[in-house]
């Protein structure tokens, strides 16, 4: 449960998905600049970091750039020409196994498709290998393509399996082409477009003399460096930019084609620059969102929700500040926003402004101020880092192979308490590993639990109970044991050697009343095959519950949390304890045995800690956020 422990409370930075990992300062030339000015900006920059690759290296940048992660998430190939994205594929393509080859027909094997066709710059390099524009796709379906220029077609002639068809144009625009041309399903579209946008700004030195080399190519260009296309297909291919904004997918693979060749597609990152370039100037903001709000407000995360944003144009994102500070970037169809990573107790304001397509930005919305909620109690922890102290006992009622705390074998080979009867041949046994002391639920609520389990060889069960009539001594079997709620640790299914390992993560226990005692029973009493059972990680906490009068636990609070400096500790009616903090891994890092009320934590690095406090046989631990 370290693990899983850790990943509840690190602070989560949001990342947009309109927001590239793009390294800093890649764009501060093009800052300022509108129209074809910012345009060459844009070309110089993505060329004077263009390393070319070969044209062979593409096979191997598809592992990284072209991995279905979005739809089946099944590690296939993704592919525009056969990609469903709202149900089964019609078929699959294994990366490197089902490379082509010969095809005669759909589903034989995939190629590399230019989407800007090779023929319309004569084979020549860099742009033969360029992978901003080469996509991996069904090679049957790539030769229907041919070097038909991308358009919209009403009545097909041919249609693939996932819907991409070819036929006559019929988008509608004056003096549009209504020849032949091809056309991908609508999922797609923005990225088609936003890749001849990058063609036109890469290649601007050279796209200017293209245009008559085939009679396709004379179609879609119209033999400028400045506008290069058409002013039909520049028309369509801003409508299918605006209308299928930048994705998931598109992000990773302009981060992957950044890795493989030094250079990335800027309209991916900023998708504002089409408009900029190439769209009629609009100096008009759209409207402030309206009824900022938020719910499901907890102890490191709120979810805000506001009124959507009006523009002449249109609004493409929303831009979510932190206290003054851009946290993320949100589609325009989105009007909602999880903040997490907050620390607890603490207050935060938001505000969200709308953006469109040129950039110009709205007032903010209603500002909104909220305070998180106090981080939950950690009533009970225990990671077997020090078995010279550990919160369990271990006790045997047939054989003597009992639970051993051992340095290694728990969670990322951690320490941890294990059941290793299988070494000793198959020997029936009942054994049990309970708490030291009873917790006493009553003075909390919202108590969750989590632990961490690794089994390997047999199929014996291990079994988490709790019981409120255990008094601490003799034989466990004679007291009432019942199974912690919501809690069924799977059996070992393989029957040897491997380990299989279960994370049991924040389950409510909430229903658990009284003192408790908490147990691990293992039973092979009825001839089960010996499992080797390893525990370790386990952590209750809860919430204080402020009506209860009598605690069995010691009070106290801290302040500043977060802190980066001295650390105040307050309990009533006790002027001397002990401390000890804990990394996440159950390492102690800082202990005192006799302390004022004042702690140095100058010397601990960011992050999230433990603090155990003890007194006059009392204990309590709470969690540290360290700035």
Known sequence: MKKNLISLLLVIVSISLVQAQVPSGYYDSAQGLTGYSLKTELSDIITNGH?????????????????????????SLL???????????????????????????????????????KSWFNDQSPMYSDIHHIYPTDGYVNGQRSNFSFGEVSNASWTSQNGTKKGNNSYDFPGAYNGTVFEPIDEFK??????????????????DGWENNTANSDIALNGTSTQVYEDWFLAMLIDWHNADPVSQKEIDRNNAAYNFQGNRNPFIDNPQYVAQIWGTPDNEAPTAPTNLSYTNLTDDSVLLTWNAATDNVGVVSYEIKQDGNIIATVSENTTSYPTTGLSPETSYTFEIFALDAYGNISNPSNSLTITTLEAPNVIFIENFED????????????????????????????GAYQMNSFSNGQVPSIDWLITSNSINFDN???????????????????????????????SPSNFTWEEVPNVTIPLHSTGNANVEENYFSNIN??????????????????????????VDSFVIEGEEDLSTTSKSQLQFSIYPNPSNGILNISIPTVEKFSYRIYDLNGRLL?????????????NLASGLYLLQVSSKGKVATKKLVIN
């Not at 070969?54 to 099944?74: I, K, P, T």
């Open 387 to 414: 078995c010279e102290n550990v919160q369990f006992t271990a006790i045997s009622e047939l054989s003597d192979l009992d639970w051993e705390c051992t340095e290694e074998f728990g969670e990322n080979n951690s």
């Open 190 to 207: 923005g990225d088609v477009a936003r890749v001849y946008f990058y063609m036109a700004t890469r290649y601007e030195s050279q796209i």
């Open 509 to 534: 226990i909430s229903s658990i009343t009284g003192e408790v005692y908490f147990a691990f029973k293992y039973d092979t009493s009825n001839g089960e095959q010996a499992t080797r059972w390893t």
């Open 51 to 75: 390393n070319p690759q070969g044209y062979g290296d593409l096979w191997d940048a598809y592992y990284n750039s072209d991995v279905d992660d979005y739809y089946e998430d099944d590690g």
């Open 590 to 602: 800082q202990q005192n045995n006799n302390s004022t009320q004042k702690i140095s934590v100058e």
């Open 79 to 117: 592919d525009i020409y056969s990609e469903n994205p709202t149900g089964a594929d019609p078929y699959n393509y294994s990366l490197g196994s089902d490379q082509c080859g010969n095809y005669n027909g759909e589903g034989s094997c995939y190629n590399r498709e230019h989407l800007f066709p």
């Open 444 to 474: 909390y609520t919202n108590e969750t639990l989590s632990f961490f389990t690794a089994a390997s060889y047999g199929d014996s069960e291990l079994q988490l109970l709790y019981s409120n009539d255990y008094n601490g001594n003799g």
